[in-house]
């Protein structure tokens, strides 16, 4: 690899191999740990795509990860969600790390081919959150998770029968369950910076409906907020669903609805005039949203408020 090139690794014996590590016993699932591994650093940074999943707690391996324009040390006990087809980066630390621990686990989709949980992985967000918004463990929760790994580890090493693929799939999604809690925990723990989060949001939406902006770009997106949060999409939403039960998207439709009541019930703009002032392009789409939203139409709520 030279430069900035970014490398994709289509299979997990070829990440294996790109590592110098030993070949996979299985094809399809490969757990890596780094406490017993060593194996082929970077010399200069790098960028890869994998085609399969990468879960992974990590402590002091000598390496930046990076997403995006977000870097993380893993020097401390953290854990990453990694999908198929999203860019990271890997640049290896020059003070190497005598206590690295930890383990990686990959996983083809094709191992869950068949399984419900194939279709169902896509609910777990934080496979598209940001390196920032890593999961911190606890000691009691990591030692769940290695159990886990253990089990998982143990029915890759013995000899597969027609329940293989059924019992390493349930591990996984146990895996995954235990994943959501300890985020879900996160999320309560850390509630005074999510609140200061969420004050910053709710500026960004006041600011954004009382500027140029709403009637030249039409509604604050979701992923607006995000990139001036510095949290990715996923996260941000995940985090207002835990600490207020909506989503970003209710968020912003329940700030447009607070401004329209305002618009109708203090002015004699028109509905048409209102439309346009909140981003609309045609009055009758801020009609539908306002109906689905309060239950009544525009004139009907103007005329129950006088």
């Known amino acids: 690899m030279t430069g900035n090139s970014i490398h994709r690794v289509h299979t997990i014996a070829e990440f294996h191999k790109y590592k110098g590590l030993p070949a996979p016993r299985h094809p399809l699932i490969s757990i890596v740990n780094y406490g017993e591994t060593r194996c082929r650093e970077e010399n200069e940074p790098s960028s890869l ?4 999943y990468n879960i992974a707690v990590k402590r002091g391996i000598g390496a930046k990860y990076k997403y995006g324009q977000q870097q993380y040390d893993f020097d401390e006990g953290v854990m990453f969600f990694i999908g198929p087809n999203q860019v990271f980066g890997v640049e290896t630390s020059p003070q190497q790390q005598e206590q690295r621990s930890g383990w990686m686990l990959l996983i083809h989709p094709d191992l869950l081919w068949g399984t419900p949980l194939a279709t169902n992985i896509r609910k777990y967000n934080y496979f598209d959150y940001e390196v920032n918004e890593a999961l911190f463990l606890s000691d009691e929760e990591e030692r769940t998770l290695n159990s886990i790994i253990g089990n998982i580890r143990k029915e890759i090493n013995t000899n597969t029968d027609q329940f293989s693929q059924q019992i390493i799939v349930s591990l996984v999604e146990t895996l995954l369950n235990y994943s959501d809690r ?12 999510n609140h200061r989060i969420l004050d910053r949001m709710e500026k960004l939406l006041d600011d954004y409906f009382h500027s140029d902006e709403l009637t030249l770009q039409g ?3 979701v992923q607006y907020l995000a990139e001036n949060l510095n949290l990715s999409p996923g996260y941000l939403s995940a985090l207002l669903k835990e600490l207020t039960g909506q989503t970003t998207q209710q968020h912003i439709h329940e700030k447009l609805i607070a401004e329209a009541k305002q618009k109708l019930s203090t002015t004699d703009l028109t509905v048409s005039e209102i439309a346009y002032a909140l981003g609309f392009g045609q009055s009758q789409s801020f009609s539908k949203l306002f109906k689905i939203k309060t239950k009544q139409s525009p004139l009907e709520f103007r005329q129950s408020f006088n």
């Not at 795509?49 to 399969?52: N, P, T």
């Not at 300890?182 to 910076?193: L, P």
């Open 49 to 52: 795509v994998f085609d399969f």
């Open 182 to 193: 300890f985020y879900k925990r996160q999320f309560i723990t850390r509630k005074i910076s």
């Open 219 to 221: 509604l604050p997106t």
